[in-house]
């Protein structure tokens, strides 16, 4: 085996035999921050993967040369890598597949000169992660084992393989079938995902143990730890007990291990990055490492507990916690395609290949039949002409009737008369018929069904950022903006433009089908063609031949390709799988929403981030003008004037898949945009002069989490450079809050430096602060205590140093920005995530920011969501996304069918939605109607016995979150309340019985 050095220096006649060109080589490690095929300023991903496929696909490496810090200044740095190295050192390489190591030297003064001096420990660590992954090269597969780690949060019987929109149990049972079939001994597989189901949660009822950890292995392990770590070990966790069962499934060579955390059931404590793993986690890491002998390890499902353990962000010194419990095995983690962000942090911080899997199947949203039944009856009031006013009155009577029954929530103004009112109403009627949703979960390397392939076609079809209905129009000499842009409009021959739209969606649908799903020769074109004259449209004929067109030939070459990669998503996925336990390079890809980019197929890939020195690119400070100037407007529109300041809240995956519209959308109320340097790389803040501008430059309260603090550093400059700017500026306040208010805050007593800090978040990077857990486990009393810990939490200001952000307490600036914010808003990205009803975090950020500046007396702030999942971006109602998102996933029964397929995981979806009902109810009120919280009790006793024997612990939880809400009043129905009780004692009967029958038998 050999390994080459700096390897970008290296021609490939070095590392080719001259005349048979066979690979010279088995892994290879550079160490300079630049591109392996080309230099810092040319050279591509392109260029290296090809060069990499050359050399026979070796594992590749690299680490940070670090010429920036000395080895102190690496101990005190919080990130692990000089700032201005990070992008050469740790984003480039990701974007080749490379995986990056810790720095392996250090810059060291001298008298005269400073030298670079090896990090001994690094230099070793380097050594055996490369040995380890080149030994499942040379191993023969029935001989590699393999750890499989889920799991388990909440902490509790009912989230046994929790994961992001991942069937855990059936792609657990899916990879040992991929095992299986290339040699790997697996024994006897499960007949049914259901049955490995049962297996993961008699697993974390301890029924089924792999051995037992004594005391004295627990304390020698300890000893790993640097003195500090250890002796904390013992402070937090005391003497371990005697014997330690860990618990797990054993599939021959195969072991399936829970992630552990007994001791850490408070919320807070399990994403405390102070806090040393339990003596449980350790067991369960240990054992796998150093008892069993993993050859390699696989966490299965965004994301665990490891990668947000204590540590380093981007490269691990020894002793972090990630790194510990790795323990240098090969190691490999499968995250869903929609999150590349926390994929980055857990590849940087426990050096992981990242599996990218599929969102689940997305269908188009179905809702209830009471929604069905309101779509119908919108249609019949326009269709009866306004002279009927009798006729329109009844049936707007039957359609306020079915609004206020379901819970249905309409933005329009409150002196609307019937047909505005029936307009907007219409309006957000069919921006739902328009939606997709995520059906289901996943299944790793399971390919999907042909419906499911279909549907999800369909979806990125319709939001391509190219139109085919907008080409298709065109072929027939139609402006479809014009149309699109008022449905309910007629045109010259009495057609309304929404019957114009569907005949034009119906010829892009022939072509599509003719072209693509069905792929036809010639004489098959020519039959499209002659359909497609034979038709008219709007009453015009085809006026241009569509294959004539080039944008239309790519197109349909583009969506050839993709129906093509959908059709072999679990294939490729267990293709990835096996290379990577082949010791085998892994293809990077980025990651991202499906949808909008078809280039995150095939999955299976190394997902990867992106240059973030890039953003925001061109179209999304487009994007971001363009909403800020919605958002402007319809804040005029509900309050009479501009606001002075506005409440942004930036997350990382979501400037990460929209490529940088929050920066921009920040940026562009400040009034100030972005200069970029020859590579198209941000350098600085420019401001936009006033006449330009044309408005007040708007000062904002950017609510930052702590992923996008440590991704995206040079963001939070951007932003600290345009408020300083705007700040200076030689303007009136009227026409700049920026300047006014730092003003006032200065002349408060406040430092400037504080003053102009705009960028707010946690202290000590946590993860899951006060608010995440109180809305988590509803320990709040009201409001109040919501929004008096999101101001607690997100006191902290970021401001940028020459080399690293910095987090210092600035509450006085923080609460008088809190108490001037008119508005809030944030971008939502992901169709396939489930938006507010899924993703925890918009409780725990919008809608608490909404309770904090309830909780100082302002009812009346406008919350916002700048919707960026359609082709065209629009603001749109934070509540009436939250109230219609439950619409048309849990009332949907079609929807609950989904879920419902997969068993045991996917009752835990209810609880996410359940959970966002209450928390976003409680935070901001007026959201979650009495009606709508009754039917979704109903809608859940209809479905108790089927979600209780599916997930009974999970059902119990569902169920006393409904009682909760009652207990809060956010209903009233004595009758309901009642069923529910019933039904949850005959639950706790059933589980203590079934408790009672298994201690009996462990007993015998």
């Given at each position: 085996?050999?390994?080459?050095?700096?390897?970008?220096?290296?021609?490939?006649?070095?590392?080719?035999?001259?005349?048979?060109?066979?690979?010279?080589?088995?892994?290879?490690?550079?160490?300079?921050?630049?591109?392996?095929?080309?230099?810092?300023?040319?050279?591509?991903?392109?260029?290296?993967?090809?060069?990499?496929?050359?050399?026979?696909?070796?594992?590749?490496?690299?680490?940070?040369?670090?010429?920036?810090?000395?080895?102190?200044?690496?101990?005190?740095?919080?990130?692990?890598?000089?700032?201005?190295?990070?992008?050469?050192?740790?984003?480039?390489?990701?974007?080749?597949?490379?995986?990056?190591?810790?720095?392996?030297?250090?810059?060291?003064?001298?008298?005269?000169?400073?030298?670079?001096?090896?990090?001994?420990?690094?230099?070793?660590?380097?050594?055996?992660?490369?040995?380890?992954?080149?030994?499942?090269?040379?191993?023969?597969?029935?001989?590699?084992?393999?750890?499989?780690?889920?799991?388990?949060?909440?902490?509790?019987?009912?989230?046994?393989?929790?994961?992001?929109?991942?069937?855990?149990?059936?792609?657990?049972?899916?990879?040992?079938?991929?095992?299986?079939?290339?040699?790997?001994?697996?024994?006897?597989?499960?007949?049914?995902?259901?049955?490995?189901?049962?297996?993961?949660?008699?697993?974390?009822?301890?029924?089924?143990?792999?051995?037992?950890?004594?005391?004295?292995?627990?304390?020698?392990?300890?000893?790993?730890?640097?003195?500090?770590?250890?002796?904390?070990?013992?402070?937090?966790?005391?003497?371990?007990?005697?014997?330690?069962?860990?618990?797990?499934?054993?599939?021959?060579?195969?072991?399936?291990?829970?992630?552990?955390?007994?001791?850490?059931?408070?919320?807070?404590?399990?994403?405390?990055?102070?806090?040393?793993?339990?003596?449980?986690?350790?067991?369960?890491?240990?054992?796998?490492?150093?008892?069993?002998?993993?050859?390699?390890?696989?966490?299965?499902?965004?994301?665990?507990?490891?990668?947000?353990?204590?540590?380093?962000?981007?490269?691990?010194?020894?002793?972090?916690?990630?790194?510990?419990?790795?323990?240098?095995?090969?190691?490999?983690?499968?995250?869903?395609?929609?999150?590349?962000?926390?994929?980055?942090?857990?590849?940087?911080?426990?050096?992981?290949?990242?599996?990218?899997?599929?969102?689940?199947?997305?269908?188009?949203?179905?809702?209830?039949?009471?929604?069905?039944?309101?779509?119908?009856?919108?249609?019949?009031?326009?269709?009866?002409?306004?002279?009927?006013?009798?006729?329109?009155?009844?049936?707007?009577?039957?359609?306020?009737?079915?609004?206020?029954?379901?819970?249905?929530?309409?933005?329009?103004?409150?002196?609307?008369?019937?047909?505005?009112?029936?307009?907007?109403?219409?309006?957000?009627?069919?921006?739902?018929?328009?939606?997709?949703?995520?059906?289901?979960?996943?299944?790793?390397?399971?390919?999907?069904?042909?419906?499911?392939?279909?549907?999800?076609?369909?979806?990125?079809?319709?939001?391509?950022?190219?139109?085919?209905?907008r080409l298709v129009a065109g072929c027939y000499g139609l402006d479809y903006d014009a149309i699109a842009r008022d449905p309910q409009a007629?045109?010259?021959?009495?057609?309304?433009?929404?019957?114009?739209?569907?005949?034009?969606?119906?010829?892009?649908?022939?072509?599509?089908?003719?072209?693509?799903?069905?792929?036809?020769?010639?004489?098959?074109?020519?039959?499209?063609?002659?359909?497609?004259?034979?038709?008219?449209?709007?009453?015009?004929?085809?006026?241009?031949?569509?294959?004539?067109?080039?944008?239309?030939?790519?197109?349909?070459?583009?969506?050839?390709?993709?129906?093509?990669?959908?059709?072999?998503?679990?294939?490729?996925?267990?293709?990835?799988?096996?290379?990577?336990?082949?010791?085998?390079?892994?293809?990077?890809?980025?990651?991202?929403?499906?949808?909008?980019?078809?280039?995150?197929?095939?999955?299976?890939?190394?997902?990867?981030?992106?240059?973030?020195?890039?953003?925001?690119?061109?179209?999304?400070?487009?994007?971001?003008?363009?909403?800020?100037?919605?958002?402007?407007?319809?804040?005029?529109?509900?309050?009479?004037?501009?606001?002075?300041?506005?409440?942004?809240?930036?997350?990382?995956?979501?400037?990460?898949?929209?490529?940088?519209?929050?920066?921009?959308?920040?940026?562009?109320?400040?009034?100030?945009?972005?200069?970029?340097?020859?590579?198209?790389?941000?350098?600085?803040?420019?401001?936009?002069?006033?006449?330009?501008?044309?408005?007040?430059?708007?000062?904002?309260?950017?609510?930052?989490?702590?992923?996008?603090?440590?991704?995206?550093?040079?963001?939070?400059?951007?932003?600290?450079?345009?408020?300083?700017?705007?700040?200076?500026?030689?303007?009136?306040?009227?026409?700049?809050?920026?300047?006014?208010?730092?003003?006032?805050?200065?002349?408060?007593?406040?430092?400037?430096?504080?003053?102009?800090?705009?960028?707010?978040?946690?202290?000590?990077?946590?993860?899951?602060?006060?608010?995440?857990?109180?809305?988590?486990?509803?320990?709040?009393?009201?409001?109040?205590?919501?929004?008096?810990?999101?101001?607690?939490?997100?006191?902290?200001?970021?401001?940028?140093?020459?080399?690293?952000?910095?987090?210092?307490?600035?509450?006085?600036?923080?609460?008088?920005?809190?108490?001037?914010?008119?508005?809030?808003?944030?971008?939502?990205?992901?169709?396939?995530?489930?938006?507010?009803?899924?993703?925890d975090m918009f409780a725990s950020f919008t809608s608490a920011f909404g309770a904090a500046k309830r909780s100082i007396g302002h009812d009346?702030?406008?919350?916002?969501?700048?919707?960026?999942?359609?082709?065209?971006?629009?603001?749109?109602?934070?509540?009436?996304?939250?109230?219609?998102?439950?619409?048309?996933?849990?009332?949907?029964?079609?929807?609950?069918?989904?879920?419902?397929?997969?068993?045991?995981?996917?009752?835990?979806?209810?609880?996410?939605?359940?959970?966002?009902?209450?928390?976003?109810?409680?935070?901001?009120?007026?959201?979650?109607?009495?009606?709508?919280?009754?039917?979704?009790?109903?809608?859940?006793?209809?479905?108790?016995?089927?979600?209780?024997?599916a997930n009974a612990h999970k059902t119990r939880e569902l169920g006393e979150v409904l009682l909760d809400t009652r207990r809060r009043g956010?209903?009233?129905?004595?009758?309901?309340?009642?069923?529910?009780?019933?039904?949850?004692?005959?639950?706790?009967?059933?589980?203590?019985?079934?408790?009672?029958?298994?201690?009996?038998?462990?007993?015998?």
């Amino acid at each position: 085996m050999t390994a080459v050095f700096n390897a970008h220096v290296v021609s490939r006649e070095h590392l080719l035999e001259a005349k048979t060109h066979k690979p010279l080589v088995s892994a290879v490690y550079h160490n300079v921050p630049l591109y392996l095929a080309g230099s810092m300023f040319s050279g591509s991903p392109e260029g290296t993967i090809e060069f990499i496929h050359d050399l026979g696909d070796p594992r590749v490496y690299t680490s940070p040369v670090n010429a920036a810090l000395s080895r102190v200044d690496l101990a005190n740095s919080k990130y692990g890598v000089a700032m201005l190295e990070y992008v050469g050192n740790v984003v480039t390489p990701e974007t080749e597949g490379i995986q990056p190591l810790p720095p392996i030297c250090s810059r060291e003064p001298g008298e005269e000169i400073s030298a670079l001096e090896p990090v001994p420990d690094r230099v070793a660590l380097v050594a055996d992660v490369t040995t380890r992954w080149l030994r499942l090269k040379q191993l023969a597969n029935d001989q590699k084992k393999v750890a499989l780690f889920v799991y388990n949060f909440p902490p509790g019987p009912g989230n046994v393989g929790v994961a992001y929109f991942l069937d855990v149990a059936g792609s657990i049972r899916s990879m040992l079938e991929g095992l299986a079939s290339q040699g790997y001994v697996v024994g006897d597989l499960d007949e049914s995902d259901t049955a490995t189901s049962a297996k993961l949660q008699e697993m974390y009822r301890g029924e089924h143990h792999v051995g037992v950890v004594s005391a004295e292995e627990m304390r020698d392990w300890a000893r790993d730890l640097p003195k500090a770590h250890e002796a904390l070990f013992y402070e937090t966790w005391g003497q371990p007990p005697s014997t330690i069962p860990v618990k797990g499934l054993r599939y021959g060579n195969v072991l399936v291990l829970l992630q552990d955390m007994r001791g850490m059931e408070d919320l807070t404590v399990i994403h405390d990055k102070k806090a040393p793993p339990s003596p449980w986690l350790l067991a369960s890491y240990r054992y796998a490492t150093r008892r069993f002998n993993a050859d390699a390890l696989i966490h299965v499902g965004t994301h665990g507990l490891l990668e947000w353990s204590r540590g380093k962000e981007w490269s691990p010194a020894a002793g972090d916690y990630p790194e510990f419990l790795i323990d240098n095995v090969p190691h490999a983690y499968v995250f869903n395609v929609l999150d590349p962000v926390e994929a980055s942090i857990a590849r940087r911080r426990s050096y992981s290949t990242i599996l990218s899997h599929l969102c689940p199947p997305l269908k188009s949203v179905e809702g209830s039949s009471d929604l069905r039944n309101l779509h119908r009856l919108v249609h019949d009031f326009y269709n009866t002409q306004s002279e009927s006013e009798e006729a329109r009155a009844d049936l707007f009577d039957e359609i306020s009737e079915v609004v206020g029954r379901i819970g249905f929530r309409v933005d329009a103004p409150a002196d609307a008369d019937a047909s505005r009112y029936v307009g907007a109403l219409h309006d957000e009627l069919v921006a739902l018929d328009g939606e997709f949703a995520p059906a289901g979960q996943h299944v790793y390397g399971r390919n999907l069904s042909e419906d499911d392939r279909l549907d999800t076609f369909h979806a990125c079809i319709e939001y391509a950022d190219v139109d085919i209905h907008r080409l298709v129009a065109g072929c027939y000499g139609l402006d479809y903006d014009a149309i699109a842009r008022d449905p309910q409009a007629l045109d010259a021959t009495g057609q309304y433009h929404h019957e114009t739209l569907e005949e034009i969606r119906d010829a892009s649908r022939t072509l599509i089908e003719s072209e693509v799903l069905r792929p036809s020769d010639a004489a098959g074109r020519n039959a499209v063609l002659g359909i497609l004259r034979s038709r008219e449209v709007a009453g015009k004929p085809l006026s241009a031949n569509p294959y004539d067109l080039d944008e239309v030939k790519a197109f349909l070459d583009r969506a050839r390709e993709l129906w093509k990669q959908l059709g072999r998503v679990g294939d490729a996925e267990r293709e990835g799988l096996l290379k990577v336990l082949d010791g085998r390079f892994l293809d990077p890809s980025m990651g991202g929403e499906i949808v909008g980019d078809w280039s995150v197929l095939p999955t299976g890939r190394n997902m990867a981030s992106t240059d973030v020195r890039m953003l925001p690119r061109e179209a999304a400070r487009r994007k971001g003008k363009r909403t800020v100037e919605q958002l402007l407007e319809t804040a005029r529109a509900k309050r009479g004037a501009f606001p002075e300041t506005v409440g942004v809240v930036l997350w990382g995956s979501e400037m990460l898949e929209s490529e940088g519209v929050g920066i921009a959308q920040a940026l562009d109320l400040l009034g100030a945009r972005v200069a970029k340097d020859f590579f198209g790389r941000a350098e600085r803040a420019d401001l936009i002069p006033l006449a330009e501008l044309g408005r007040p430059r708007i000062d904002i309260l950017a609510n930052t989490s702590a992923v996008f603090k440590n991704t995206f550093p040079g963001a939070i400059r951007l932003i600290h450079e345009a408020v300083a700017l705007a700040a200076a500026a030689d303007e009136p306040h009227e026409q700049n809050f920026v300047k006014k208010h730092v003003d006032e805050l200065v002349a408060s007593g406040i430092e400037r430096r504080l003053a102009i800090a705009r960028c707010f978040g946690m202290g000590d990077d946590a993860f899951m602060g006060q608010v995440g857990a109180m809305l988590d486990r509803g320990t709040f009393t009201d409001f109040r205590d919501i929004g008096a810990a999101w101001i607690s939490d997100n006191s902290f200001a970021m401001l940028p140093t020459f080399n690293q952000i910095v987090l210092e307490p600035a509450p006085d600036v923080q609460r008088y920005l809190v108490e001037r914010v008119e508005v809030i808003q944030q971008p939502l990205v992901q169709m396939g995530a489930g938006g507010p009803v899924k993703e925890d975090m918009f409780a725990s950020f919008t809608s608490a920011f909404g309770a904090a500046k309830r909780s100082i007396g302002h009812d009346d702030t406008l919350i916002v969501v700048t919707d960026l999942t359609r082709r065209e971006p629009r603001v749109r109602d934070f509540r009436t996304v939250v109230v219609n998102g439950v619409l048309t996933r849990f009332h949907s029964k079609s929807w609950r069918d989904r879920m419902m397929e997969h068993g045991y995981s996917g009752v835990m979806e209810f609880g996410d939605i359940f959970k966002a009902m209450r928390s976003t109810e409680a935070a901001l009120g007026d959201t979650i109607s009495p009606e709508l919280w009754k039917r979704t009790v109903e809608v859940t006793l209809d479905e108790w016995d089927r979600i209780s024997t599916a997930n009974a612990h999970k059902t119990r939880e569902l169920g006393e979150v409904l009682l909760d809400t009652r207990r809060r009043g956010m209903w009233e129905d004595a009758d309901l309340e009642q069923a529910l009780k019933e039904k949850l004692n005959e639950l706790d009967s059933d589980v203590e019985i079934a408790t009672y029958k298994r201690q009996l038998a462990e007993k015998n």
